[in-house]
């Protein structure tokens, strides 16, 4: 099962709604409301003429000051558009900022991840640790760091740059990857494993078997289904650097491609990942999910991600 976290562009959205804005609270700041003061001091200066006039002829006007100050502030309101822009632009240009470069939320929609996350966790996804990048071209501007073997990350989907992804980073540039019989090679070193108690899948009321993948530095929980192989050659495409692999029946072997990453989900028999659609690159990358900040079937979700 794939897993999308978001169609469209909603950075792109965002980005358009705050030029907009911007645009209009900078013509109304250097441009309509200078407009709006110069027609306010003539009109104010007719009202003052005619009031000195009425004054000299021997005519009492009521309420000069009340009035007066009613037709200035008429005049120098802002137009309800002009008003409105005004108020959501400096809200837009920090959520642009804060989900651009710090923190982005997303939702888990499917179970690729399982057990590390949940369909329904709301994640927190770090923009930073691994570059700064141009919003919404995703270009790198600032190098930082890199993802680590063990991250969990998300990308933008290399069959369709429009869907977001979340998987498991497994190999970096240069790794040799081996998944034979549902266990783990990295760079000629077998991964360990220990069991652990059956993970009840609740969606669909069945155990799988679970284990501890020690990737070094980065232990995590994965799941596997005794019934399915390792994987489904009918299932693989075609894709860039698809030379760099080889394939059988119960093994394949991958050789990360400069550039690029090798993804895998948690959920083993149960994900579409780099085994089928091919390496990530880099410039793919969005960000290194780091928090599940709600879920509102299960509260005891909220924590970090590992």
Sequence with gaps: MN??????????ILFVAMVITGVIWCLD??????????????????YD???????????????????????EASILRQPTWVEYSGSFFPVIALVFVLRSFLFEPFKIPSSSMVPTLLVGDL?????????????????????????????????KYPKDMSQDYIKRVIGVPGDKITYENKRLTVNG????????????DDEHLAYNKQFLEKLPNAPHRILNMDAVRPINLGAVEDFPHHE???????????????????????????????????????????????FVWMNFGNLKRIGGIH
């Design 244 to 290: 760099s692999c080889t394939y059988s029946y119960d093994k394949f072997t991958c050789i990360v491609p400069e550039g690029n990453y090798f993804m895998m989900g948690d959920n083993r028999d149960n994900s579409a990942d780099s085994r089928y659609w091919g390496f990530v690159p880099d410039q793919n990358i969005v960000g290194k999910a780091v």
């Design 3 to 12: 897993m999308q976290l978001i169609l469209g562009n909603f950075a792109l």
């Design 123 to 155: 994640i927190l996804v770090n923009k930073f640790d691994y570059g700064i990048r141009l919003p919404v071209l995703n270009k790198k501007i600032v190098q930082v760091g890199n993802p680590q073997r063990g991250d969990v990350m998300v990308f």
């Design 29 to 46: 700041v250097f441009v309509l409301a200078k407009q709006r003061r110069a027609r306010a001091n003539a009109a104010l200066a007719e």
């Design 189 to 200: 070193q077998p991964v360990a494993y220990e069991p652990l108690d059956d993970y009840l």
């Design 49 to 71: 003429a005619r009031y000195a006039k009425l004054s000299a002829d021997g005519i009492k006007a009521d309420n000069n000051h009340g009035g007066r100050a009613a037709l």
